[in-house]
């Protein structure tokens, strides 16, 4: 069972802190990582995608990978209370036959604090 | 702007009577993909188009189908919904299958009374 997991939270952040968000997969061979921002009753909105190991930077976000523990993780500075969202993880799966599709995790709902 | 279009985007049917949910892209993509997800889950994939090559995910029920008419357009059909389909249904679209980035829509709200 090729699964994304992260912790639902909530997570609540003090305004002007950072936030970490984390989500750990199962496909060793996934490549292909990225963040999504999801407003209640919107659609996600891309962030971040990585596809190296270590850190890639975007503004606020960084996005970070460790393709040997299997971890992704998105970093946002200088939390902003526009920020307070659910974080969706997908990752890029693989079987025997290519890429089977985007896995997504069920979200981080993060609330920033005013 | 270039764009994906979901219509409509709230949709309202009877338990039972077929439905269909329209998607439109101006990003001249080759993928389009259709997620269902309900509220608190991970958007789940039920099939998508890889030019006219169509790839039904395993477990997509068969109450569920798709067309592609041109590169622009893909419809979701649902032949006779269930109070379980009740959902948002979310239409990507990617330059490449699957490793280039997806881009969504605004979703179609379902709800099945």
């Known amino acids: 069972q090729k699964e994304v997991e992260q912790n639902s939270g909530p997570l609540s952040v003090p305004e002007g802190a950072i936030a970490s968000l984390n989500c750990t997969y199962s496909?060793?061979?996934?490549?292909?990582f990225f963040w999504y921002r999801q407003y209640s009753g919107k659609s996600p909105e891309l962030i971040m995608s990585?596809?190296?190991?270590g850190d890639k930077e975007d503004g606020r976000f960084t996005a970070q990978l460790n393709k040997a523990s299997q971890y992704v993780s998105l970093l946002i500075r200088d939390s902003q209370p526009s920020d307070s969202a659910t974080y969706l993880c997908?990752?890029?799966?693989?079987?025997?036959?290519?890429?089977?599709?985007?896995?997504f995790g069920k979200g981080t709902h993060l609330i920033i604090q005013p | 702007d270039a764009m994906v279009i979901q219509n409509p985007r709230y949709q309202v049917t009877q338990f039972g009577k077929p439905v269909t949910l329209s998607c439109s892209q101006t990003?001249?993509?080759?993928?389009m993909y259709w997620y269902q997800q309900k509220s608190s889950q991970a958007p789940k994939l039920l099939f998508h188009?890889?030019?006219?090559?169509?790839?039904n995910e395993a477990d997509t029920p068969d109450n569920f189908q798709s067309r592609r008419p041109n590169t622009s357009f893909c419809f979701l059909d649902i032949r006779s919904p269930g109070l379980g389909d009740a959902a948002m249904y979310l239409c990507?679209?990617?330059?490449?299958?699957?490793?280039?980035?997806?881009?969504f829509g605004p979703g179609t709200r379902l709800t099945v009374l």
């Open positions: 990507a679209t990617s330059r490449g299958q699957f490793t280039d980035t997806q881009y």
């Open positions: 496909d060793r061979v996934s490549q292909s």
């Open positions: 990585i596809y190296s190991n």
């Open positions: 997908a990752v890029l799966m693989y079987s025997g036959g290519g890429a089977d599709g985007l896995t």
């Open positions: 990003l001249n993509h080759n993928v």
């Open positions: 188009y890889y030019d006219k090559d169509f790839n």
